[in-house]
């Protein structure tokens, strides 16, 4: 008899629906001058004409008077436009202003980052090709993991969340009572098992998957002010109380992102250390891991990312979601 292995059908993607942002118009921005220029005139006409009658008669003594009175009523007018625009003009300036200032900061952020990333190093290599070494280390300790762990009922983000704790924190003097610690609301017994089995395979492991460096040691030390600072860089656009496309320059960022830094950062916001990210709802606003590829993690034996982020669109779906609009 055959095994027919139950597959799930895909549904269709919906369209990803970004940020809400549309640029004021001309009449957005200045719709507080408008309305003082509008008030302000009505109410004038309305107190002059009235007192330019008795009743219903024309009073042309008043009348007089208020003939007279147009020339600096006008001037007066003139007098009170200019000083609205001339608001709205300083107005204008100190919103450039702010938007060079936000901008001057925010490149100087991406500049660091950059550099961030360079600085990371592991033996003899450094920069963006250390991802790719992270993510290898991670696959082997999940596997550790669910071997550990495979006789309890633990979810597939407690499966993530542990593994990527041993892979952050690691095992060493100091680093195996700290791990230990994070996962404090974990079976006591199967966290000892956890370390000890880590600590037996590191040697095989490295020689096994051809590794310059003795895995299983913890990388806190490299990607600990490495996400501070993207966490930071990408708070700052997120907060910032000014007229912008947030979107835009966030996603100027997400451009300095290698596929496996996103895969990287997908893991650490399904843990417990990535928990700002989920409060500010930032990696789904900001479709910050959008260009993991399709199947990078083996949906089966190891992550469903659509799974833990049903709502994100990633690159290779885009096409998809553009013949369904």
Known sequence: MENKESTKTKQPVKPYLRPNYKPK???????????????????????????????????????????????????????LVSVIF??????????????????????????????????????????????????????EIMKIVKDVFKNDKLEKKQIIEISYLAFFYGIGPNSTR????????????????????????????KKERKFNYVPFEGHQSRLGHYYRHLFQSIAYCHNKKIDIDKYEYIKLIRAQLSNHEQALLFLNSISKLGKPWKDENLIKTYRLIKNIPEDFFDPKKEIDIKELYPEMIFEYEENTVANNV
């Open 86 to 139: 001339l608001y709205t003009t300083l107005r204008d300036q100190r919103r450039t202003s702010e938007i060079e200032k936000f901008e001057t900061r925010f490149f100087e952020l991406i500049r660091l980052h950059r550099d961030n990333v360079q600085e990371i190093t592991l033996k003899t290599q450094n920069g963006k090709k250390i991802f790719v070494l992270f993510i290898r280390e991670f696959r």
């Open 25 to 79: 118009n001309w009449w957005q921005r200045n719709w507080i001058e408008l309305v003082t220029i509008a008030v302000g005139v009505i109410i004038i006409h309305i107190f002059l004409l009235f007192k330019a009658f008795n009743g219903n008669e024309l009073n042309s003594t008043n009348a007089s008077e208020f003939g007279s009175f147009i020339g600096g009523y006008m001037g007066t007018l003139f007098a």
């Open 178 to 205: 700290i791990l230990k610690n994070s996962l404090s609301n974990y079976d006591k017994t199967k966290v000892k098992k956890l370390t000890d089995e880590l600590q037996s395979q590191k040697q095989e492991v």
